[in-house]
């Protein structure tokens, strides 16, 4: 998963860490805004629930000095009731005496009058408070509540204690559908954020993306004029498209600069390989001449000293020959024509070299799928020759040399092997250079 996320671009990074981000954000305030909104309530509950005791006890301190258990019953009836307007939050509604004897309950059935409460933990806790009281209990359906408590105080001494149960209930419902849409909310700010970023990376990434694919078809050699990139953006992304393009612009220089030096060391490489190969033949020829123009020479020396003169001027014209075909190449001629036909045309040719041995077996596996092919006869048929050549040559008299021909992806592709001794590691770099030869006899031109 690591390694996945390293090769992932720098959109789709920006795009998650800008997701992480806000959705982060989003949950922190989600829980902060259901945390004040619970505090809230809560404390809300406890001002209703401490007013509504305080009200109780006012109203049941005759009641309880005159003990109308009647009176009472309704005054914790009515307290618990509510109105149609508004959700009652108090659940259950209690009188006391000064013993610890019950006197009234909103909900007789259950808790009988007359019982004495001075066990009740709740009870013993409040029994001797001056004030409000309130106490985390649990209330009669089982939900989480508040115990509400208020001395009864007539003529400034207490002759009981009043309890109202406060239910959580509808508070949890509240903070339940507050916490459900301020996740909402925060749901859409995270696509909203997530929308932005993606539209933010795309910008950015954009030119990133111009400036990648125009730093590769730099390093594949396309044209420099075509690799400029104008952005509008004038940020550090700007400012690394203008480097690029003074580096563009730098590379063009330095490319000119290249060729003009290769041109000239080629020009001099040429005229002294030229030298180099016209030289002996020149030589044995003016030695010849010479000797023939001396009179001195019998008849059988003046047939070899001709031979001389023919060898050495056949192999001036090749060099020569050799070297305008390099130095001036002929545009090729293309056409259609039987690529498989100029390969049995060549291996004939070739069987019929002066370097060609009985030795040599020669394998031909031409695929039947290749028909025309476009391209220039007479220069392909160079190639092979040159090629053919060097193998039979390199297998000094004896070997095997195999041809073969198969289509393969809409191409042609020629295979040449052979069992001679190979190209010394070393020497394969130079093969293309002009006048670099290993042969006694070449040019070094062939290939």
């Known amino acids: 998963m690591i390694l996945t996320f390293y090769r992932w671009g720098l959109g789709a990074k920006f795009s998650l860490a800008l997701f992480v981000v806000v959705c982060g954000v989003a ?29 109780l006890s006012k109203s049941s301190a005759e009641l309880v000095m005159r003990e109308q258990l009647w009176e009472l019953y309704e005054i914790t009836k009515i307290m618990t009731r509510g109105n149609a307007s508004e959700k009652n939050i108090l659940t259950y509604a209690m009188v006391i005496d000064r013993y610890g004897v019950l006197l009234s309950h909103s909900d007789p059935v259950r808790f009988k009058i007359g019982s004495s409460l001075a066990s009740d933990p709740i009870y013993t806790k409040v029994v001797n408070s001056k004030d409000v009281q309130i106490v985390e209990t649990y209330g009669l359906d089982g939900e989480p509540a508040l115990d509400v408590s208020s001395p009864v105080i007539l003529d400034g ?13 509808y508070m949890r419902n509240a903070i339940k559908k507050e916490g459900i849409a301020v996740i909402f909310i925060s749901t859409m700010l995270a696509l909203c954020g997530v929308s932005g970023g993606l539209l933010i990376a795309r910008r950015m990434t954009k030119p990133l993306k111009e400036l990648d694919a125009n730093m590769k078809a730099l390093s594949e050699g396309l044209p420099i004029e075509d ?15 203008d480097t690029f393009n003074l580096m563009a612009i730098t590379l063009k220089e330095k ?17 002294a390989g030229l030298a180099h190969e016209i030289r002996n033949p020149i030589g044995s020829v003016v030695t010849a001449v010479n000797i023939l123009s001396s009179g001195k020479a019998n008849s059988q020396e003046i047939a070899s000293l001709n031979g001389v003169v023919k060898k050495e001027s056949d192999r001036l014209n090749r060099i020569l020959s050799d070297f305008l075909i390099f130095a001036r190449p002929t545009p090729p001629k293309l056409r259609d024509v039987e690529l ?21 077996l020669i394998e031909l596996d031409l695929d039947k799928e290749i028909k025309n092919v476009r391209m220039d006869p007479d220069q392909m048929r160079q190639v092979f020759w040159n090629m053919l050549l060097n193998s039979i040559e390199a297998m000094g008299g004896s070997g095997a040399l195999a041809i073969s021909s198969k289509a393969m992806a809409g191409k042609a592709v020629i295979s040449i092997k052979d069992t001679g001794h190979g190209i010394e590691d070393k020497e394969l770099e130079r093969i293309f250079e002009p006048f670099y030869t290993t042969k006694q006899n070449g040019t070094g031109l062939g290939l």
Do not use: P, Y
């Open 27 to 55: 949950l922190t305030i989600s829980i902060s805004v259901i945390k004040i909104g619970e505090r809230a309530m809560t404390e809300e509950l406890r001002e209703r629930g401490a007013a509504a005791v305080r009200i």
């Open 157 to 169: 001494q207490r002759i009981g204690t009043v309890r109202v149960g406060v239910t959580r209930r």
């Open 227 to 241: 690799r400029v990139v104008v952005l509008k953006e004038k940020d550090e992304i700007g400012r690394l498209a």
């Open 255 to 271: 490319e000119r600069e290249l060729v003009k030096s290769e041109r000239l060391a080629s020009i001099g490489e040429f005229a």
């Open 340 to 360: 498989n036909e100029i390969l049995k045309e060549t291996v004939e040719m070739v069987k019929r070299h002066d370097s060609f041995a009985e030795g040599i």
